[in-house]
């Protein structure tokens, strides 16, 4: 099945460039590649050639111990759920009285847990918007 043919004939690449570089230069360039929005080394040379801007992303490893511990949090919080959706299953299976009570204090120690990880959330986002919002 052919490509379809692009809307913008501008934006076509027709045209065949070749050079060489030293080892230095294309590194720099891989460099550049790997940290940017190009997706190759060609693309780099393509954006620098034709003069366009290059987004390069930086990644800030003073976040790394918070992202983690995010992450945790995210992870125990999802176990939480699935905890609260078992003991909610069980409750509406159950019909006798003193089981459904046993359900709903279960259910109420789950949600006390949900309670002391939010408070650790809110901890850590304030701690991370002191950071970022620094002047």
């Given amino acids: ?12 690449l027709t045209h065949f ?6 080892e230095k230069v294309y590194l720099r360039l891989e460099k550049i590649s790997r940290n940017s929005d190009c997706h ?7 954006k620098i050639l034709s003069q366009e801007k290059i987004t390069l992303f930086y990644k800030d490893i003073t976040l790394n111990a918070a992202m ?5 949090i995210r992870k ?4 939480i759920g699935v905890n609260i959706n078992q003991i909610t299953r069980s409750f509406n299976q159950d019909k006798t009285e003193t089981k459904r009570a046993f359900y ?5 120690d789950q949600y ?24």
């Fill in 1 to 12: 099945m052919p490509r379809k043919k692009s809307t913008n004939p501008e934006t076509i």
């Fill in 17 to 22: 460039v070749r050079t060489r570089v030293t």
């Fill in 40 to 46: 190759s080394v060609g693309g780099v040379a393509r």
């Fill in 68 to 72: 983690e511990e995010l992450a945790l």
């Fill in 76 to 79: 125990e919080l999802r176990a």
């Fill in 104 to 108: 709903v204090l279960k259910a109420a």
């Fill in 112 to 135: 006390q847990k949900i309670d002391a990880k939010v408070d650790e959330l809110l901890i850590i986002i304030s701690k991370l918007a002191g950071k970022w919002l620094q002047e």
